[in-house]
């Protein structure tokens, strides 16, 4: 994925509660381009719940869609006109990477980062509408708080000496402050109710993911690994955790992620459409602890169960078994043959004065043991925006 690099710069702004949606719009500038696969003079993605909506680059100089649902939903005419203010601004960032340097007295043979970011906050209602519950416009120069606007008293924060410039110049301006604030509360939570409303239908005509538990002997003797695979998530909104008797175990424990990565791509490459993510811990065969898992998804619970013996024990124990079993069923046998034929000698001797025509009507007795069945060792680890031409 091409834009994976730059997302992962700046997801970490990025802080959702459980029950806060949030929609953000990423942009980022550098001075001159770079020779890194993925990473480009120019980009501009926008946010939905940490899940990447669309992207746009300086080389493709296209906005696409990264969800489905978006490409589904929207039209011809919405990826036109992103595309088109994704360019102008691609030009402004162009601009003011230059009147930043200046001013920050930087020369131009170093690589420099103008990133502008902004978004709004909704918080669910009982009616099932989204309340403003904040918003943000912020801009940072080479990975620094430069610019922030405060919706609370309409003006713009300068935490360093050469932002407050362009702070006096646009805090002159109550028309722009007031349309920041405006589009924050408004314009935003519109695009945040739709794009939530969008991909809510889209996820309920999706299947549950699937979740597969397993235990797997490592190459160190006398120790196991357990597993727990969750597959088919169509959101990053998933969390394995894994738990010993009562007691939730982090990686201080041991416990080891793959982190949250596609596991299924649309036709083209270019859209994750389903994620997943593996959790695991290293035990000794010989723990007698209680080892279970739970997956959360989209906040329910959808799996939960318990590592049971590793099957290697369970099918020693059901051989040793088996074996007492056969030995008891020899001797049985063996017993039964010795008995009869104690039975044979004894007949003999006493029917030694009678006709041959009685001793064909006097059968044999056949005594046989009940059958037992020898059980097979069972493997118990079964897998169980209309883009707003100023801001998008």
Request: charged share 25%.
């Amino acid at each position: 994925m091409d834009s994976g690099v730059v997302f992962l710069i700046f997801t970490c702004f990025s802080v959702v509660g459980s029950e806060i949606h949030t929609l953000e719009y990423i942009y980022t500038a550098l001075s001159k381009p770079v020779e890194v696969p993925g990473v480009y003079e120019f980009t501009a993605m926008g946010i939905l719940d940490n899940e990447q909506i669309d992207y746009y680059n300086s080389k493709d100089k296209t906005k696409i869609p990264r969800q489905t649902w978006m490409s589904e939903r929207l039209d011809d005419n919405y990826w036109d006109k992103g595309t088109s203010s994704r360019k102008s601004k691609e030009q402004w960032f162009k601009v003011n990477v230059e009147i930043l340097m200046n001013r920050m007295n930087h020369n131009y043979s170093g690589l420099h980062v103008l990133q502008w970011r902004h978004g709004c906050q909704g918080e669910p209602q009982p009616d099932g509408t989204l309340a403003f519950r904040d918003g943000f416009d912020q801009y940072s120069y080479d990975g620094g708080d430069f610019l922030s606007f405060d919706p609370g008293h309409l003006q713009w924060v300068a935490p360093v000496s050469q932002a407050v410039p362009t702070k006096m110049k646009w805090d002159h301006s109550q028309t722009l402050n007031q349309y920041t604030e405006g589009y924050l509360k408004r314009e935003c939570m519109d695009w945040l109710s739709k794009f939530m409303g969008y991909g809510e239908k889209d996820l309920k005509n999706q299947s549950a993911p699937g979740v597969y538990s397993r235990a797997k002997t490592t190459k160190t003797p006398g120790k196991v690994i357990l597993h727990c695979l969750a597959t088919g998530l169509h959101t990053r909104d998933v969390e394995v955790d894994i738990y010993r008797n009562d007691d939730h175990m982090t990686e201080a424990d041991g416990v080891t992620s793959t982190g949250i990565r596609p596991s299924e791509f649309s036709a083209d490459g270019t859209i994750a459409k389903t994620y997943q993510l593996k959790k695991s811990i290293e035990i000794l065969k010989s723990d007698l602890d209680i080892y279970r898992y739970k997956v959360t998804y989209r906040g329910d619970v959808t799996a939960a169960g318990k590592w049971e013996p590793e099957s290697d024990q369970v099918t020693m124990i059901a051989i040793v078994v088996a074996l007492v079993l056969l030995i008891c069923c020899i001797v049985a046998i063996v017993a039964v043959f010795l008995v009869l034929r104690y039975k044979k000698k004894v007949t003999s001797s006493r029917s030694s004065t009678t006709t041959d025509k009685e001793l064909e009507t006097q059968p044999l007795e056949n005594g046989e043991p009940n059958g037992t069945c020898i059980p097979e060792a069972e493997n118990l680890m079964h897998p169980n925006g209309n883009d707003f031409l100023i801001y998008q």
